[in-house]
């Protein structure tokens, strides 16, 4: 039982963090593309448009992808520790 309450809130943790990392990720990536298109505005684009376009091929990128690493590492780092202390 105990076993089960540690995957339970183990995952429910790791969902906070892996939602705290995204946004964060992702407002850094918003702020960066505004402060790109106020340096060097672009004729046919809106701030808007430009800042969506980013936030989309951001969105595709790979980057996004490592951040739910969150879910694999530490269940990993935790089944090791697990096995060693048990296996000695």
Do not use: W
Request: glycine share 4%; aromatic share 12%; no cysteine.
């Amino acid at each position: 039982m105990g076993l089960v309450r540690l995957v339970v809130f183990g995952f429910i943790a790791l969902g906070v963090i892996y939602l705290s990392i995204s946004v964060y990720s992702r407002s850094v990536r918003r702020e960066k593309l505004e402060e790109e298109y106020d340096e060097n505005p672009i004729a046919n684009m809106t701030r808007k448009e430009f800042v969506d376009k980013g936030v989309q091929a951001y969105n595709n990128s790979f980057r996004p992808k490592l951040i739910a690493l969150v879910f694999v590492i530490p269940p990993l780092v935790v089944a090791t520790i697990i096995y060693l202390t048990n296996a000695n």
